[in-house]
């Protein structure tokens, strides 16, 4: 097992100021596994994601992602190199899409490491050298690869901005995709989305997974994704993990139901009520 | 009048209420600006009071509102022209008028300036037909239909622009090769034509970093006069020919642009633009101060003028051991020559911009550029650089303009720092903005628009302003994000230009 590991985080804390948002949390992710991070509004969800993936530099604590080339230590590296290499990819919460780009740019965008290389800095491109025609010709097949598996296709040279809210959402993970990621981080993918596109999310992520061996970490409200395709899920609650394990276990955990609803209360509630709770805890 | 309004929305107290409204707005603004007026008489200053101005600018008022609201209620179209024509009019002997003022107390005016001769007579009377006409035909009834037709007709205008772009750059740069066969004699016709092209490349080089980019660069014209004193330092102290200097110019530009850059740009918005204001007034600042180096206030002049490639020289007295250019070509010496050849100079310099500028936007960085125009924490999430992209802008954007200074330098003969104060950064970033950011040709109309139509009605003197304050006002009405604003995308993959304009049109 313990070479199947991707992500390992060590006794991150995070404060700002005398907030403490992460304290002390530590948790694993593996290869080839969805990892789903749950948790209410405020305990610290994409805070992690953002100590992941640079944008916040842990007050303490290790971040050490195992790529194919050897460990990596993420909280001393730079923001902007994070993803690159087989590094993070990330989405966000709310869509950060290139709006007044098309959907073929965003994606080009998202491989400019690798094209940068290949112009020779612009120099070369400059003058449509060899290489990087190739470069680019290969860049745009792994954005055809990626729009016809996200069922973009069609759009291709829209305006992102212009695509409906559920087709952006799917174009985020898709350019998050085309920076050729070991770890991807969902931060709240399903949110806003029908039932049916979520399904439609289940399946994307899934062959994610499995089909390009790539490591999901999802921040998700939406049970009906978590207890489907995780793998592993963990609960936040003030900044500390309360449960960790597969989604069954977690999902009868007394400290994970507490977090969500609060003390039970059970003579107070309706019966029925009371029942529903217990029997179906994706209700809510 | 009242049974006009019976059956419309508005009826005659409330028009009466609104007339009154704007006659009061109008009373308001041009009490102060048109009916008081100093006058040096020899007992002093005095003030003396122009009560026709302002009746004149309060009945426009209301009679142009007037037109408006019979235009809103859909009265008589002849009606509406009638108006619309009289509050011109009216603005017209205002302005008459105004001109008039100091001999006004000789003999009272009423519109006689245009009527003082046969010739006055036929301009005045087609002017009017003019207002009159265009009056008559810009009411249209407004159905439904014909706000479709004139949308139908801007579409099918963009259409035709945006899957033409290149069709019509190739025919814009023939037409500026051309120009000096047709104006070849016409010394201020090159001179004009050579500082609009000097803007056109300003503009193009600004386009990069605000437009591109979406850095707010105040301060640009710092790294233009980097370059004039750059070529004119090194020529003066050095005695290096134009040619040699050029790139040096062009690479000092970008080494200042680095060395700005490096500390500013992680500010964004409108702290980047104070920054780089500050930047820019900092460069002038030392150029008047550095005495020594620069000649301060008094600039540096007799800057030497480029040879033809090292191959002749353009002077009518040609130095020992070196061959004049009419001698070179079998012509004999005319002293257009010379401008003729910086004014292609100045072409081919500002080709090689847009050149670059159009290339270096389907490479990966100018990828980059917009993007981090677009959302900045998105770019660092897919592992770019902020820091380096934005700073490749800068610097690329602070070189061309480095090369146009070495060029104004060689051009002018004389530099001081009068001619790079923060005016010229804000017409520079102002024609971006007017040709639409991130537009190649918008930048040319826009320079054309800015620099050379205040150049070609030098005769109208002060109203160059009020026409240009009033046209600035026209396209915040009608075209607020510039003249040309479509970015058209760097790559398609299964749609024409043309499939992809057509489409975001329906």
Request: aromatic share 10%; net charge negative; charged share 20%.
């Amino acid at each position: 097992m313990t070479d199947n590991k991707l992500l390992e985080v060590e006794h991150l804390t995070m404060r700002f100021g005398g907030l403490v948002a992460i304290d002390d949390l530590s948790f694993m992710a593996n290869k080839r596994e969805i990892t789903a991070i749950i948790g209410p509004n405020g305990a610290g969800k994409t805070t992690v994601f953002n100590c992941l993936t640079g944008f916040y530099v842990p007050t303490e604590g290790r971040l050490t992602l195992h790529a194919d080339d050897g460990p990596r230590l993420l909280e001393r590296t730079e923001g902007f190199r994070i993803p690159r290499n087989k590094g993070v990819a990330r989405t966000f919460q709310n869509i950060r899409l290139f709006t007044g780009m098309t959907v073929l740019e965003n994606l080009i965008v998202a491989q400019h490491n690798r094209l940068m290389e290949a112009s020779a800095f612009s120099l070369a491109g400059l003058f449509n050298l060899g290489r990087y025609a190739k470069a680019e010709s290969e860049a745009i097949e792994t954005a055809k690869f990626w729009l016809n598996k996200v069922g973009l296709y069609e759009q291709a040279d829209w305006h992102a901005g212009n695509l409906p809210y559920g087709s952006q959402r799917r174009l985020e993970i898709a350019r998050a995709m085309c920076t050729d990621p070991s770890l991807l981080c969902l931060d709240e993918p399903a949110a806003g989305l029908n039932p049916r596109e979520s399904a439609e999310l289940n399946v994307l992520l899934q062959s994610i997974r499995d089909d390009q061996g790539v490591g999901c970490l999802l921040i998700e409200h939406d049970m009906s994704v978590v207890m489907q395709i995780s793998d592993h899920v963990i609960v936040l609650d003030y900044g500390k993990k309360i449960a960790d394990g597969d989604p069954d276990a977690v999902k009868n955990d007394p400290a994970v139901i507490r977090a969500y609803l609060g003390e039970e209360e059970d003579d107070e509630l309706p019966p029925e009520v009371a029942a529903d709770l217990h029997l179906d805890p994706n209700a809510h | 009048m009242a049974s006009a309004f019976a059956s419309s929305r508005t009826n005659g107290p409330e028009v009466v209420k609104e007339l009154a409204f704007f006659a009061v707005i109008a009373l308001m603004m041009s009490v102060m600006i048109l009916g008081v007026e100093t006058v040096d008489r020899p007992t002093g200053l005095e003030l003396a009071v122009r009560w026709d101005l302002v009746l004149l600018a309060i009945g426009s008022t209301v009679v142009g509102r007037l037109g408006l609201i019979f235009r809103r209620e859909n009265i008589s179209r002849l009606g509406q022209a009638i108006l619309i024509t009289v509050s011109a009019v009216a603005v017209f002997e205002m302005f008459v008028r105004f001109r008039d003022m100091d001999d006004r107390w000789a003999s009272p005016v009423f519109l006689d300036m245009a009527f003082s001769s046969v010739v006055s007579v036929i301009v005045s009377i087609a002017f009017l037909a003019i207002i009159f006409a265009a009056a008559y035909f810009s009411m249209k009834d407004k159905t439904a239909v014909e706000v479709d037709e004139s949308a139908k007709l801007s579409s099918k205008i963009q259409l035709m622009y945006r899957s033409n772009t290149k069709k019509i750059g190739l025919i814009g740069i023939i037409f500026f090769i051309i120009f000096p066969f047709i104006f070849g004699e016409d010394r201020s016709a090159i001179d004009l034509a050579t500082l609009v092209m000097i803007y056109i490349m300003l503009g193009w080089g600004l386009n990069i970093v605000v437009g591109l980019a979406g850095l707010l660069d105040l301060g640009y014209v710092a790294f233009y006069a980097v370059g004039a004193y750059s070529y004119a330092l090194l020529s003066q102290n050095f005695d290096l020919s134009f040619w040699l200097c050029l790139p040096l110019a062009g690479i000092f530009a970008a080494s200042f642009g680095i060395v700005l850059g490096f500390p500013v740009l992680r500010l964004r918005g409108d702290y980047l633009a104070i920054v780089t204001l500050g930047f820019g007034e900092i460069i002038r600042v030392v150029l008047i101060n550095w005495y020594d180096l620069t000649g301060g206030p008094d600039g540096i002049s007799s800057i030497e003028r480029p040879s033809f490639f090292g191959m002749a020289e353009f002077s009518r007295r040609v130095p020992e051991g070196s061959i004049g250019f009419g001698e070179l070509f079998g012509m004999d010496y005319s002293s257009m020559h010379r401008l003729i050849f910086l004014y292609y100079l100045i072409l081919a310099l500002a080709l090689v911009t847009n050149f670059v500028t159009m290339r270096l936007r389907k490479l990966p960085i100018g990828r980059a550029w917009e993007a981090l125009r677009e959302d900045e924490i998105a770019c660092r999430s897919l592992g770019i650089n902020p820091t380096n992209t934005k700073l490749s802008a800068f610097a690329i954007g602070a070189m061309f303009g480095g090369f146009a200074g070495a060029f104004f330098a060689t051009r002018q003969g004389f530099i001081s720092p009068e001619s790079f104060t923060f005016l010229e950064s804000a017409v520079i970033l102002a024609i971006v903005v007017l040709g639409g950011m991130g537009s190649q040709i918008g930048v040319v109309l826009a320079a054309i628009v800015m620099i050379g139509f205040p150049e070609m009605f030098r005769e109208l003197a002060e109203y160059r302003m009020l026409i240009f304050g009033a046209g600035i006002v026209a396209i915040m009405l009608w075209r607020p994000r510039g003249l040309l604003s479509f970015r058209d995308p760097t790559i398609l993959l299964n749609m024409s230009q043309k499939e992809k304009v057509a489409g975001e049109m329906k």
